[in-house]
């Protein structure tokens, strides 16, 4: 089965460092597109940014909001996916969720069950 | 930044209702644009690519259209799986941007 996994959400205090994983499985990770999208308690969907495969310069994409404070890495050796996330606000509490991407012409089709951070203190 | 307004915010409807969902793009974005279906406590799926593209295993009840700036996605004979939370994206420039969602409830 094609399938997305996160890991590493939790409680952190505004201004810490967290780091989020991915690992995919069951379809050619390096060939992809990935992207991390996040979701605020009770909120909508924000787009956080994208690594793409390394075909493409540049490799990554951000949202303004995240900007000089995450850091989007891939190893496709392991096909995983990571976001480093530095200078955490408390607007930065969403479960963050992986996805895979074709392309942009074709969305965001496989999406991981996501992970908590909660920044409080 | 590209604007995606997203219309209704919510919408009541019944079982075998047909429902219309819009998304109004700030400045052209050709057909890239996406729609996707949220249930509580779950992932968003992937309904609808490239504006109008049905993704594999979504069944056909459920389709996609864009005029200029204006995407529509259509649910013919609402089923009770349906009820869900739905988002527009736009994926033609960066930032990517979802619309604000929209909430469809049993009247």
């Known amino acids: 089965d094609v399938q997305l996994v996160e890991s590493g959400g939790s409680l952190v205090q505004p201004g810490g460092s967290l780091r989020l994983s991915c690992v995919g499985s069951?379809?050619?990770?390096?060939?992809?597109?990935m992207e991390w999208v996040r979701q605020g308690p009770g909120k909508g969907l924000e787009w956080v940014g994208r690594s793409k495969n390394k075909r493409y310069s540049p490799p990554t994409e951000y949202a303004a909001s995240v900007k000089g404070r995450f850091t989007i890495s891939r190893d496709d050796s392991k096909n995983s996916l990571y976001l480093q996330m530095t200078s955490l606000k408390t607007d930065d509490t969403a479960v963050y969720f992986c996805a895979r991407s074709r392309g942009s012409y074709y969305g965001f089709d496989i999406w991981g069950q996501g992970t908590l951070v909660t920044v409080s203190s | 930044d590209i604007q995606v307004t997203q219309s209704p915010s919510f919408l009541s409807a019944s079982v075998g209702d047909t429902v219309t969902i819009t998304c109004r793009a700030s400045q052209g974005i050709y057909t890239y644009l996406a729609w996707y279906q949220q249930k509580p406590g779950n992932a968003p799926k992937l309904l609808i690519y490239a504006a109008s593209a049905l993704q594999s295993g979504v069944p056909s009840r459920f389709s996609g259209s864009a005029s200029g700036t204006e995407f529509t996605l259509t649910i013919s004979s609402l089923q009770p799986e349906d009820f869900a939370t739905y988002y527009c994206?736009?994926?033609?420039?960066?930032?990517?941007?979802f619309g604000g969602g929209t909430k469809v409830e049993v009247k």
């Open positions: 994206q736009q994926l033609n420039t960066y930032p990517l941007t």
């Open positions: 069951g379809f050619m990770f390096s060939d992809y597109y």
